[in-house]
Structures are given as C-alpha cells and as structure tokens.
C-alpha cells in the first residue's frame, strides 16, 4: 500500500476512534446527569418563617420519646486536641519539620502521593524546595505531585514547569506547624478539658463527640506481659474527663479508631496485618469495660477507607510507608486498600457484639461508623471514568461490609470535588473553604438520599457525624451551617431517617497534615496567648438555632447578605492550597496561606445551578447549539438591601 493511501487509511482510524470514544463519553456523561445532577426536588418553602423547625418534625412529637428528638453536637478527636501526647502525628509531624533535606532518606523525586479524601484537612505537603535553595541546573523540573484520583486512573501524574511561585512547604511532613507557637500542646484538652467543655455546653448542645487515643492506652506492643504494655492510669483519666462531659450536661459520643495508629503498630504493618484485628480488641474490651456506663453512642472507625487511603496506599499519613508494588497494586481486588478495609471491617464487627454483649449502660448501646463521603462530577467529558471509579471504591463498599452491625450510620460530609485529569479543580466560579473543599449542601441531600435508598431495608437511621468549614473569617461558615441544616431538614421531610447533627468543630485546632493552618472552629485560637480562645460570630448563631431548633428567614438572609458585600467588594480570605497552571489543586497544605477572594453566587440549599461540562469540548459544543444571545444565568442572590452591580 503507498504511503499516502497508508496514512490517510490511519488518520481515518484515528478520527473513527476519537468518533466512538467521544461517544461512549458523552453517553456515560448523559447516565451520569440524569442519575446525580438532575435539579433536586425541593420540599422546603423558602417564604415560611421559620424556614425549618427541627422541634415540629413527626419524630419530634408529643408522643415520642426525648431520645427520638434530633439533636445537635459537637465534635472533636484525640490527635486534634489531647496535650501531653506522644502519638504517631507527633512523631511525623517532628520529623524534617525544621525542613532540613539533608536529612531525609531514601529521598526520592515524586516521594508524596497528594490525597483529598480527608474531609476535614486531611491532605499531605509534597517535597518540595525551599526557596532558598537551587536545583542542580537550569532544567530541573520541580517534584510530581501525584493526586489520589490519578491511582485510580492509573497513575497519571501532572508537574509544572519549573517557573511557579515558591512554597514554605519545604520537606516538612505536617505543614502549618511548624511555624506556630506551642504546636504540640494541641488543645490542652487532656490536661485541661473544661475549657473546651465549657465552650460546647453554652452552645447548649446536647451530645459531645470525643475519642479515646489507642497510643496513650496501650503505648507499647502487647507481646509479652499485657498488664505491662496497659497504661491504666490514662484509661482512668479518659474515664474523669468523658465524666466531666456529663457533668457539662451532654451525652458522650465515644470514638475507638479516629486516624490515629499506635506507631508500634505501624512499624509492622498496622492494618494490614490481621493480628491488628487483636490487638484492637483488647484496646475495645479495655476501654468497654471501664468507661461504657457513661457512653451513650459508639462510632468503633472514623473514615476508614479514607485513613487506609492516605496510609497505606498514598504513604502520605504515619504509620504506612507502602512500597512501589502497593502503591502500583493497592486498588487491585487483592490490592492493600481493599485488604486493610477488610480487617478493620472484621475489628468493627467484632468490637459491635463485644460492646452490645458487656455494656454496663442501662441503656441499649448504639453503635456505628463514622463515614466519609463528597459529592464528586466531572469537570469535562472524559473525566466520568474517574467519578464512577473514585464513587464506586469509597462511596459504598465498606458501608455494605458492616451493614448488618449498625445502629447508625455516621456521615460525615464536607463538600464536593471537581475531577479533572488526574487531580482535583479548582472552578472559579464555586466557592471553597480554606482547605479546598467545594461548598456545596444539596450534595449532602442528594448524598443522605442515596444512602437512604441503600439501606432503608435495614432501618438504619444516620447521623451526621461531621460537618463543618474551615474559614477564618467565618463569612462562609454562618450560612455554610445554616445551608447544610436545610439540607438536612429537607431530606428528613423526604423520609430519610437523621437522628442528629454534629458540627466540627468547637475550637481551630491541629488538622491532620495541613496543621493548624485551615480553622475549622468556632472559637478562634490565639495560640500566642496561651490559646486563649474568642467565639466567631457563627458559635452564636449555632447556639440560637440549637436553643430555637429553628433556622428563621433573618438570620438565613443576614448571613447571606454579609457574605455577598463581601464578594461585590472583592475582599479576600486565606486559602490553604496551591494551584497549578491548568486550575488542579494539589492536596499539599501550605504554612502560609495565598488569599482568594470571595465567590459572588447563590449556593442556598435547593438554589445552586449545576453547570455543564467545562471541557474545551464541551464549551464548544454548547456555542454551538445554543441560541445566540442567550442571558447569562444569575448566580448570586437578587436582594434590594444590597445596592451592587454585576459585571459581566
């Protein structure tokens, strides 16, 4: 065949399979909008006031018991806020955080897989230089970031040219930490719990969420003698301060396994290993039988799949150092991620009957998980693979493995992700919290939906383990949780069973490996002043809605209202993530923060405005068959009180 009859033959191939493949795209797309993006039915009327009464719905009724009644919280964890603790996020974040390269070893060039499966700031800094350092000639390329979807697609990894602004990420494993007074003391909740304690009861919540810290109750192996590697005095301690809680007035929510593995263990393989499965155990009956006649409600993991994620198949949190072959063959059916998933699944199990069977409380035990989930669409045509594979290993399976030992089903959500390539987007026009989590609260509605249709065979109620935003300037965070509450209510009017809310969290604290950089609270911390705290406005609002039950038309339109002066009049806030060239955030925190400004647009529960694919494409193909001169969505709220105008 001549040459050119040859190359017209294979361009005519590649077109035809370009053809099939946009395709094959566009109908997976058009499944995946009509089953996830369709507009949400809304059973909340915006013009009543109160817009929602918690206190009015049927489980709420005259005739129902006080347990039955929703309840506010809040929530809190051992690594966050526990002084005096010698734990594995210690240990890492202490390790190069002085930044030294030198230092480091087995230094490789892409040596940190980027994760955002952690909703509340679990995310790892990559290694990267400081700025005062130079590469060994002109064309070194700065280290890949790898983002946790591109595992998924295979390990696509992106990198920016060596032009880009420089970090204060440094080689530091923990980032915000570094750099602020006294980060090892936390919170001082050990040593001093009440302050805390005292914060949360004025918001006049009725449940408390905390947790027991595996390391500080058996911080060595038990190998040999068990009473040797038990530190009774610590579990005794735990037993004064979860009193102290009821003494505050609120009920506890016991957490057993929340991110934190003993470093002994994670020397051999943590959850990996099945003899973790007993060592667990005995943390469980050590902990059942001393302190269950005070707890009210069990959550035996918190986010398993995402602490095995960023563990064992990133390496980016302590305590798991995979090699090239895990990390190459953690998603395989076979792989760690679903090995360690399936012996933490045998650990909650086990632990269910051991806490139903020897509880000392008079009353039934409820126990459960604590589960992750985001709202997650693609940014562009060929981004549905990777939705429907992240979806479809993290949404469900762990869930499904443990269904049938559940009182409740613990969510935590805090936002939706864009996926684009191989990583997440930053989309200019959605507004963010510090730590790179899309606000969104129609997902949690489209979220509590799904489950509910899941698993309403099994009459197994939810709770809202965790829902919360770090913003400093707390513009975002007042009608964030107000928003998120509709959301809430309204799924409740639609037959979905919640028993309460728990906001994370009381006071800005250490966040995983982005440190103290993202604030979470609503109390501010000023760590310099011997952590001296000052409530946000949002701590009042919050306590109003929970002393009311109520969320009124005022306080949903002065919040709002304040947020919007705030986007006409450009004024900008931290934000604790960098973005590359082509818009992906990396998971990395940073120790400084950039500023953004704010988001002029209406992302009101049952108000935001899903927009369509923003791939090249996709932009072209909407020109096209759209009419000329179409008007431009409005994506801000039209209120006569605040005089603006909008650019186009």
Partial sequence: ????????????????????????????????????????????????????????????????????DFFFGLATAPAHVEDRLE??????????S????????????????????????????????RGDEKGNDGDQRKPLR?????????FEKFSESAESSDSDCGSRKVAAWHNVPCPQERLKFWSDPDTELKLAKETGVSVFRMGVDWTRIMPKEPTE??????????????????????????????????????????????WKMEKTVNYFMDFVRLVVDRVSDLVDYWVVFNEPHVFVMLTYCAGAWPGGDPNAIEVATSALPTGVYNQALHWMAVAHAEAYDYIHSESKNAMMPIVGCSHNVSFTRPYGLFDVAAVTIANSMTLFPY?????????????????????????LKLVDSDEYSESGRGVYPDGLFRLLLKFNERYKSLNIPFIITENGVS??????????????????????????????????????????????????GLVGVDRANNLAR????????????VATGKITGQDRMSAWRELQEAAVQKKTRPFFREVDKHGRMYAGGLDRPIQRSFVLRDWRFGHYEMEGLQDPLSRFVRCVIRPFGRKKKTHYIEDDAISYSMSS
């Fill in 1 to 68: 065949m001549p040459w050119p009859a040859f190359l017209a033959a294979a361009a005519k191939l590649v077109v035809l399979a370009a053809a099939a493949a946009t395709a094959a795209n566009a109908a997976s797309y058009a499944r995946f909008r009509r089953r996830n993006l369709r507009r949400i039915p809304n059973p909340i009327d915006d013009s009543a006031d109160p817009i929602a009464d918690f206190r009015a719905l049927p489980s709420s009724s005259a005739a129902a018991s006080e347990d039955d």
């Fill in 98 to 129: 002085g930044g030294d390269n030198d230092s480091m070893p087995n230094q490789m060039p892409a040596n940190a897989v980027m994760a955002s499966a952690g909703g509340d700031g679990g995310s790892q800094p990559s290694s990267r230089p």
């Fill in 534 to 545: 000052k409530p946000r406005p949002s701590y009042y609002l919050f306590s109003k809605v």
């Fill in 471 to 520: 913003d400093e300037t707390d513009l975002i965070r007042k009608p964030y949780i107000l928003e998120h509450l509709l959301a809430i209510y309204a799924a409740m009017l639609m037959g979905v069973r919640v028993l309460g809310y728990l906001v994370w969290t009381t006071s800005d604290n250490w966040e995983w490996a982005d440190g103290y950089g993202p604030k979470f």
């Fill in 87 to 96: 734990d594995a996020w210690l240990q890492f974040a202490q390790e190069h």
């Fill in 146 to 154: 790898v983002a946790m979807e591109a595992m998924l697609r295979g």
């Fill in 399 to 423: 869930v499904d493995s443990i269904c049938d030992k559940l009182d409740f089903i613990g969510i935590n959500y805090y936002g939706q992700e864009v996926i684009s390539g191989p990583g």
């Fill in 225 to 270: 003698d068990f009473n040797n590697s038990v530190n009774f005095a610590a579990l005794e301690r735990y037993r004064w301060i979860i009193h102290r809680v009821h003494e505050h007035g609120m009920k506890v929510m016991l957490t057993l396994f929340h991110h934190s593995l003993p470093p002994w263990a994670g020397e051999y393989g943590g």
